[in-house]
């Protein structure tokens, strides 16, 4: 019964040695092409490349789009044909800017002319991005940009196809930790040009860049290499069709090549479709043919043999740039807020429901099929949201892109929560159950152990007990109504690292339990913090009852504490709506600034203040953001972008922001942002903005020194084109924060634990019985470090029988990380995939543990493949004699697993059956066997 499938076969695609062979052969190639005309006075070499700048819902819409798609490759497809018989640099190429080319191209195009396409991928005649759409950044979460690539990579799994450029084009800004994200998916290079359009970012630091080709790195000193050259115009060097007119492309670079700023003999003009919505352009052969001459060599370039040939002449002797320019048109996606918001709450849900999926597949891979309508729709939306012209206008009406986004966040929306509704209810009739009473597991999603609320829908009385069936005892509860629900909320005690506990409701009266705070008016106080609410919601007092009530809250500008405008106003109504043993909560519903709702609450035993807010009417185009003014003077702000967790302060005082070419008017928002002093210091988590503004910072000024944190609820943007206008009439916006003080130094990794915790609450399913899963308390994975996050955890694309599972981690510390994965099962084989999930090389496993070795700040991804164990050894007496004398059998116990023993012969098992050691009484015959099943969830 060991009733899981054995997986054992998997190829490692990327890195196989025919691709490195392929790479050498090429390499070799040009540099003794460089050599040969180094002799002959410096030949420059000039790449320029042909591709049809995608404007998506600006030069056409969806089904515009289609076609052009498909008519412009087609295009291509022939020309390439006919000229394969030209020598090497003169053969046409073209280049994709997006892999939704490709996309749109297999799914209207027949097998045979689909295999064309990827032939002449294979061939480097065409080229394609790891990037869905052209796309801003800056509003992603990391997870949402990585899923953002899944399509891609099973792309690249099925045909073995190189990934090794991701662009993110026109845009005038860029931020940081998109560049070990891309790194991590498996691209080495990127391009950038921008518009120098609809956008307030300095022209002249846009035509004066600090680097022109550049390592682009993260904080784990990781990332692509990065071609972003100074602006000449966007239709030349720098803007994003730099190649419009391909030979003055080839005399700009020529010009470039052998400067001050450009100390290089190689360089590129790529990009030549501009705004048009298809490019149809045969001359760039001949253009390259008749402008090589012996000083010059130019070459039709697919981007990837610019980049080869110049990080072979140029690779080791690079300046490193791992700064962040903020955001520019990044921000428009907040002009529709809460579909946006819908956006990043989903990708948030989908660690649970992974996590879930995980245990449930791996007893039924079914459960997560290699092909899956729902999921693929669900990476590509997400790789299409952010495209790069959201709000800007150009064809279509302002409703046609808002419904587009609609219809893309539903794809994301729908995906997450059919899979997290279904992996709960399959959950629950997988594991064990006895007794009639009502039963429910919590499980924790994270991989450290954790205490914190939990809630189940619950109509019944409240004359119950709740049991902790692992440690036996009454735990506390309350009843609550959420959303017209009631739930029974229970304080859920250190629930294991990717694992559950099971609760059991009995009925009858149980122990009493303190109420968790003590109420005066508008004050609330329990055993962490006392704090004082405004009938608006706004927080105007913050004391910290574990440093000598110290407070927390400083007003700026007339602002507070998750403060919407309203400042320390007495306008609207505060109600106790519960304080109970669990937890306690005010509602605040106030018209000023807008219509909002606004609930606070306190826990027991739990050191966090959560805040839920929602905005019940439509704004229009105003800039709405949640104030957050610290009692704290002179701080440092650190806040998660994209994967990366940066210091808000300037180059020049020691942090990750750009000092020129920039836009810090907002700096994106990820899981937190903590405000702090050398010695203590508030960790603000965010479940929904996407952007918070650090002071008064505007374009060119980031007011580094602010103890104040504006999250954005929505708003369109002055300055960076139209947005989409009015929210697209949306009148409800939900913002939830949480706040918690430390009384120690800022500690990347207990903020990001924090803010996980607080956005990743327990899942809860009602237990209905099943056979694969323990009955009290259950725990599949630990990590041995604990500086390192469990950051997904899912079924592999291909499924678990074909490719196992997968883990994300991100070592959050500040140094490297060598630490064990502790599953219940044995691993019989890992490897370090692409956050894209394509192999790169094999994983060490010890006694059955995969090994991670994470550089410094790093995110890493592995697959795994769970077995039995194989070659259970029986430990008893082989002699026995029959009759009244009883024999012990037992075998090394693994973790939560179950045991059937059988015998062969004349035997009966007197005790210990199901568990890891038995007794036998031998009652005739001459030989027998003792044989044993391990049954391991
Ligand atoms: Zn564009």
Redesign the pocket.
Known sequence: MLTFALLTHFIYHLKSPFMTVCKYTLATILCCCFMLLTAQAQQKHIYIANDD???YF?SGNAATYQQAFLDVLDYYLDLNDATAGNALPYQNRYNCDAAFWVYTYKKYKTPTQFQRLINQIQSGHISVPLNML?STYGGQSAEAALRGMYWQGRLQRSYNLPFDIAIS??NQTQPLGLSSLWAGAGARYSWKGV?GCASPVNYSELQNRTHEIYQYQGPDSTGVLMKWYSLNYNQGLGG?AEAWNPATAVNDCTNKCNTTGYPYVVAGGFGRGW?NLTTFDNTFPAVAQTNTNANRQVYVSNERDFFEHFETLYGNNLPTECVTYGNDWDTDCASLAEVTASVKRSVEKLRSAEALTTLVALQNPEFYPATDTLREKCWLALGQYWE??FGLGGCCGDNERANWQRALANDVVTYVNQLYAQAVAALGGKIQKTGVNQRFFVMNPLNWQRTDAADIPYPGSAAIKVLDLQTGQETPFELLTIDGVQKLRVLAQNIPPVGYKIFEIQNSPGMAFPNTATISGNQMENDYYRITVTNSGVITSLQDKLNANTEYCQPLSSRYLNDLGSGNSSAGTLTLVNNGAVSATFRCVSANPVQHTTLVTLYKNINRIDLHNTINDNFGDAVRTYAFSFNLTNPTTHHEELGAILKAKETTQGGHYATNARRHGWQTLNHFADVSLAGRGVTLSNADAGFMKLGSSSTNFLDQNSPQVNVLAGGRMAGSGPGIYNQNGDTQFTSRFALQVHNNAFNQVNAMKYALEHQNPFVCGTVTGGTDYPETAFSFLSVSDPNVALWALKPSEEGIANGGIIARLWNLATTPSVCTLNFTRPATAAARTTHIETDIEPATVTNGNPIANIGQQQMQTYRVQLSCNTNPVIIGQNAVCVGANLYQYSIEPTPYATYNWTLNGNGIITAGQGTAAITVQWTGGSAGTVNVEEIVP
């Open positions: 700048h995608t404007d600006w052209v084009m026109e518009c994003y705004d790069h012209n």
